[in-house]
């Protein structure tokens, strides 16, 4: 996969929602911290990309999310 647009749509089929989802993200974080594509020990394709709109514990926004297997990006 090429490098991801700053800002962009990610579209995936998510376990956990039995369902395609759509997040907000962006590559990187704000702090300056890339994402990571990689194939885990099993043969599954992963992306770890920054989620905008998730809430995290600190209760703001912003957290990391786990695409599996394929994924779909559209830039913003």
């Not at 702090?31 to 020990?41: E, S």
């Not at 992963?46 to 779909?72: C, L, M, P, S, V």
């Amino acid at each position: 996969m090429t490098k991801s647009p700053f800002k962009f749509y990610i579209t995936y089929f998510a376990k956990k929602h039995s369902a395609f989802i759509t997040r907000k993200a962006q590559e990187p974080n704000p702090v300056g911290t890339a994402g990571k594509i990689f194939t885990d020990r099993n043969g599954v394709n992963r992306y770890i990309y920054w989620d905008t709109d998730a809430e995290n514990k600190q209760g703001g926004f912003g957290d990391w999310r786990h695409a599996t297997r394929t994924w779909n990006i559209k830039a913003i």
